[in-house]
């Protein structure tokens, strides 16, 4: 059982030693790089409260308040719920009080506003049952029952089961450290992914974008200079695209077949008239994605603080048996993405082939 604060943690709080003692175990529950456990606020630890915030709030404050959001979340994160209820609980449900919490538990880390923890079955708990089950049942009834569909929603919230994810990176092949670790991490995995690479990093590094197709991965157009397409004339998007596809065959002796745009522009049907046209003389298909990790915002990665923000993506694509998972090329991802993929498995995904 997780002990409540005395007093807030963090930025300008309280930050009594056994509180701030209580929150570093916390973090370091969730962490992979450990925090060094001290009876004073460090900076680490403040960055660490304000990365974990940047999920659910539009302006972190680096605080944990006494039975705040911050600390309904973060303790909803660490604990782990018992692998099954002994009873249904929501409408109709038996709703016996350690059943009722733990539903609690596994809706806060789904949800972007945590629910007020109980051992009583609210009426804001039903209403959260039936929006979870409008997504898969033609008649939600608002009780999760053991076993049940509702149950097995709710505990793997991405709904993976039977479905499979393409892995793809945006704006390589520079910079070529992070690209080389995230190369070495699929190869570890045995997965192949799909790399938008932009024509004027392929003539700088071209060694690279070989080595990318040589590893069995597809090589894609992600135009030259990174440019709103959406914005040019149809002989700017042709130049673009053609330069980029010459790049790509003289430095790794393949052709691509896809053409994602710089910032998706133009990108989702109604396809932008001047890409569709050049994309069909060049015998390319428009490619957006699916998840959008957001990765590039901070904390950069695909770490556990962007994680329930990307299982909601999913929870909102049932329908859909294969998605396209856009990342980029970044340090952050590559730092983050072999604990990402297990996090994919975890969530029942298989990964498809490019």
């Not at 007020?116 to 033609?138: P, Y």
């Not at 997965?191 to 090589?219: M, N, T």
């Amino acid at each position: 059982m997780i002990r409540s604060l005395t007093g807030s943690v963090g930025e300008n709080g309280k930050n009594r030693p056994d509180d701030v003692r209580a929150v570093y175990a916390l973090f370091n529950r969730l962490l992979s790089v450990q925090l060094e456990v001290r009876d004073i606020c460090s900076t680490e630890l403040i960055r660490a409260i304000r990365e974990f915030q940047q999920d659910f709030m539009s302006r972190p404050d680096g605080r944990i308040d006494v039975d705040g959001r911050t600390w309904k979340k973060l303790t909803a994160a660490v604990e782990v719920p018992e692998t099954e209820i002994s009873g249904s609980v929501g409408q109709g449900g038996q709703n016996r009080s350690r059943d009722v919490r733990i539903i609690y538990g596994l809706f806060n880390k789904i949800l972007s506003r945590p629910l007020k923890v109980s051992d009583q079955c609210t009426d804001e708990l039903i209403q959260a049952i039936r929006d979870l089950q409008k997504g898969f049942l033609s008649r939600p009834d608002g009780r999760v029952d053991v076993g049940g569909r509702t149950w097995k929603r709710l505990t793997t919230p991405a709904g993976g089961t039977g479905k499979s994810v393409l892995l793809s990176f945006d704006d390589g092949p520079a910079p070529t450290g992070p690209l080389h670790s995230i190369l070495d991490t699929l190869d570890h995995h045995g997965i192949k992914a799909e790399f938008y690479v932009l024509g004027q990093e392929v003539d700088s590094h071209p060694a690279v974008v070989k080595e990318i197709a040589k590893r069995g991965h597809a090589v894609q157009n992600h135009s030259y200079t990174h440019p709103n397409l959406a914005k040019g004339s149809r002989s700017f998007v042709r130049k673009e695209l053609e330069k980029t596809q010459q790049s790509i065959k003289k430095a790794a002796g393949v052709t691509p077949t896809k053409i994602r745009p710089p910032y998706g522009a133009g990108g989702w049907s109604p396809y932008d008239r001047e890409l569709a046209a050049v994309a069909k003389e060049l015998s390319l298909s428009i490619q957006n994605w699916d998840i959008d990790t957001e990765d590039w915002k901070s904390p950069q990665g695909v770490g556990p603080s962007k994680q329930a923000m990307i299982a909601r993506q999913f929870a909102r694509r049932q329908n859909q048996v294969e998605l396209n998972v856009l990342m980029h090329v970044l340090q952050g991802t590559a730092d983050d993405l072999g604990d990402f993929i297990e996090q994919l498995k975890q969530w029942g995904f298989s990964f498809a082939q490019p």
